[in-house]
Structure formats: C-alpha cells, structure tokens
C-alpha cells in the first residue's frame, strides 16, 4: 500500500463499505483504516486513479465520502485515499479510528500479558494444551433483528431467480436461506413479501454457508423503498426490547440524571436533561419530551461518571403531557456508565443468593 495511509492504518471489524466507481458498484468489507484513507477488502477493485463514490456505514450511521484508488490488488482489494469529506463526517471518521486505535492497543497489551503468562506458566509446569478464548467481541455497524418473510432473489447477471426464506433483518442487510446460494459478491435483486408489504433493494452477496443461506448487503435502495424497510424494524425493535426486559430482576427502577443528545430532523443537536426510569446493563426506560424516532441513535450522558454511550431507540410509549416514556438499547455494552452490579438473568426470588422473608 502507498505510504498516505499505510503508517496509520489500523484494523478495524466489522465496517462496510458501498462504493461506486469506473462503471463498478459493489458493497464490501474495510478491514483497515485511517484519517485519511482505507484498504477495502473486495476481489474485483477498479483500476488505480479511479474516482470512488463510497457509503461507510459506522455505528453512528452512514458517511458519505470520495476516494480515489492508489492501490489495488486483484482478489484481494484495493488502498483509497478519502478526498472529499465534509467537517461533521470527519469528525466522525476521527471518531471511529480512534475506537479501532484504542481496540488495536488493547488487543497488544492483551497479546502480550497473555504470552507472558503462557512463558511463565510454561516454565514452572508441564505444557498443556488449552484452547484460547477470543477476547474480542464483536463490532456490528448496526443491529440485526429475526424476522421471518417470504423472499425472491434474482442474479442481477445471469437473470435466475430461486425463491428464498428471509430469517433476520438491519437496515443495511439480510440474511436468507435458500437450497443453492450464489457464489460471495454476485449482485442481485432481492424482494421481499410479508403480508401486504414488499421491499426492493438491489444487493451483494456477502457470506455463503453451506448449510443453505447467505448474507446479504444492501447496495441500493431507492427512497421509496425505506418506509417499508423502516416499519418491519421499527416492529423488531420494540419486540426485542420488550422481551430483553420482561425479566424484572434484571432492572433496577431508580431515578439517575442524566443528560439525553440527539439531532433533530434539521440536523441540530437537542439536548435535554431527565431521569431514567429504570436501568439495566444494557439500555433504559427514559421519560423524554424531544421528539425521537424508532431506530434512531441518540447519546446518553449520565453527569455523575462523566461517561457517555451511544444508545438506539427502540421502544416508544404512549405520549403524555408532553413527554412518553422512551426505551433505549446500548450501540456497545456498557462498562461505565452507571457503576452498578446488576443481577444476573438466572436471579430471582427462588435463587440460593436470595434473602429469605
């Protein structure tokens, strides 16, 4: 790779890309990145000097950039260097490499605890075989959802059009099962049918498994398309929510300030001071008066620990003098910010730890 980017990249999991270019359009993988640049993982890349249209799609939704390719390894992918970029999306490309940057070192100094505890260990007694645990957990760009649905896909190429069963659902992919998947990156049209609703949107064949299925990212979706799409998940979100939190023992009901940052449809960050209404190690129920949409990424601060986290709407009460309660999940797990042990999901009034009345 040149060297603009190949001091400072750093890998990064989990992040795709749609790029358009050169009379090419593909969605594919960044397995590393920089300020100013990516290497993007995709077998067939344009011809270097090409001129990139791409959507990054990062935790905190999709960026819009230019590049241009300074590099490209036939079957393997290819190095862009980003050359248009607006203030607020490098904020948030910053943003997201120096999570990566931060993952990177804390993957080293793991790597290397560990193998100096292998040395010592291995040292002071006979060498056994243990299998090592994957420490890293895993980075998804947005929530997948299980839904059921009939499907249809078509090679975009060849025409064939086999009939398939969608079994979960995101905003920027699906995963279908089908007798014969087609081979990664074919470009395909995908339709979707449940009840009296169908969905559009052209994609690429991302992952096949034998068992019979394949993943699939959106590619295109025109905008017409989206308030289908929008409907299902905003369904599955709240179902998920729901059920995450029927198991009371897993909550505790107790009021912490905490200051609530979202954008509204101007793009003009709101911010508003509340109280949660419960708490759990993965989300909580708010009372909130700004106006907030299902699926929706907001930030939630809690003024005591300084600490902040990205969170998802997924649950909408009803609306009351102004306000309705407002269910939010975590983007990433929750380390800091309440500084509670909550009970376990397996707690309850029947479990050996619990007081006896």
């Given at each position: ?28 993988r960044v397995s590393e990145i920089s300020r100013t640049g990516a290497f993007v993982k995709t077998p067939r890349p344009p011809p270097v000097g090409t001129l990139l249209n791409l959507r ?83 980075r998804r760009e947005r929530h997948r959802y299980k839904f059921t649905a009939e499907a249809e896909v078509a090679d975009v190429d060849s025409g064939r059009r086999v009939q398939a069963h ?14 014969s998947p087609f081979p990664a990156q074919t470009n395909v049209e995908l339709s979707v049918t449940r009840g009296d609703k169908v969905f559009h949107a052209q994609a690429t064949v991302m ?151």
């Amino acid at each position: 790779m040149n060297g603009f980017v190949s001091s400072s990249l750093v890998p990064i999991e989990e992040m795709s890309v749609v790029w358009h270019g050169g009379g090419l359009s593909s969605a594919a993988r960044v397995s590393e990145i920089s300020r100013t640049g990516a290497f993007v993982k995709t077998p067939r890349p344009p011809p270097v000097g090409t001129l990139l249209n791409l959507r990054l799609q990062l935790l905190s939704g999709e960026m819009f950039v230019q590049a241009i390719v300074r590099h490209a390894l036939p079957g393997q992918g290819m190095g862009i260097e980003f050359k248009s970029i607006n203030r607020d999306d490098q904020e948030r490309l910053d943003l997201a490499v120096l999570k990566a940057e931060r993952a990177r070192d804390q993957d080293t100094e793991t790597s290397t605890h560990d193998s100096t505890t292998a040395t010592a260990q291995a040292e002071s007694s006979p060498p056994t075989e243990t299998p090592t645990p994957s420490r890293r957990i895993e980075r998804r760009e947005r929530h997948r959802y299980k839904f059921t649905a009939e499907a249809e896909v078509a090679d975009v190429d060849s025409g064939r059009r086999v009939q398939a069963h969608l079994t979960n659902l995101g905003r920027f992919g699906c995963y279908v099962r089908l007798s014969s998947p087609f081979p990664a990156q074919t470009n395909v049209e995908l339709s979707v049918t449940r009840g009296d609703k169908v969905f559009h949107a052209q994609a690429t064949v991302m992952s096949v498994h034998s068992s019979g299925g394949m993943g699939l990212m959106f590619i295109d979706v025109v905008p017409e398309q989206y308030p289908v799409l929008d409907e299902w998940l905003a369904i599955c979100m709240e179902r998920t929510w729901l059920a995450s939190n029927r198991r009371r023992t897993q909550r505790v009901l107790v009021n912490i300030p905490v200051e609530v940052a979202a954008h509204n449809s101007l793009g003009t960050e709101v911010l508003e001071e509340t109280k949660t209404i419960s708490i759990s190690a993965h989300g909580a129920l708010l009372q909130l008066k700004m106006q907030v949409a299902k699926g929706q990424t907001i930030v939630l601060r809690n003024p005591s620990t300084k600490a902040a986290l990205e969170c998802s709407v997924d649950y909408l009460g009803t609306a009351h003098d102004g306000s309705r309660e407002v269910g939010v999940t975590f983007v990433a797990p929750n380390q800091t910010l309440w500084k509670i042990s909550f009970p376990s999901a397996e707690w309850g009034p029947g479990h050996p730890d619990a007081k006896k009345m």
